[in-house]
């Protein structure tokens, strides 16, 4: 949940980790890994309104560019492991008509980051500064069947 007008610097919401047999615990991981590589996005809804990532596209003139949903990771490669999106930032932007009591949401945009689970852990507190892109990433080891 969440309040008008009260900004919250990091607030854990969810933890998940894959199920302990060893065997289901690949299926999922490969399932996420896939999932990455292949870029899907996740999808949020907020007073129906989408979540969007935007961009600053920087060509002749500086412009605004949005992107429904979020990478659920960056994906990896020879060199380097395949990283979960596991902390996003959310920004919910808001009007308050005149003539009307309450606000209206007229903007829903998130930052993915990818965090080592156990600095979010320690160091996630609603007050303070949270700066996730100071802290290792989490990766998603697969390890193929021999």
Do not use: M
């Not at 299926?27 to 999808?43: A, N």
């Not at 996003?88 to 903007?107: D, M, N, Q, W």
Request: overall charge positive; glycine content about 6%.
């Amino acid at each position: 949940s969440c309040a008008v007008k009260v900004d919250v610097s990091c607030q854990k919401l969810c933890s998940t980790k894959p199920k302990e047999s060893d065997n289901k615990k690949n299926r999922q991981l490969k399932k996420l890994k896939t999932r990455i590589d292949d870029e899907y996005r996740g999808h949020f809804i907020l007073d129906n309104l989408p979540v969007s990532e935007v961009y600053i596209w920087e060509g002749r003139r500086e412009s605004l560019y949005y992107k429904i949903g979020y990478p659920l990771g960056i994906p990896g490669n020879k060199t380097r492991d395949t990283l979960v999106n596991n902390h996003l930032a959310f920004t919910i932007k808001y009007h308050k008509p005149e003539a009307l009591s309450g606000y209206r949401i007229v903007g829903f945009n998130v930052v993915p980051y990818s965090v080592e689970s156990s600095y979010i852990d320690k160091h996630c507190r609603h007050e303070g500064e949270w700066q996730p892109e100071s802290y290792p990433p989490q990766t998603v080891v697969y390890q193929p069947p021999e």
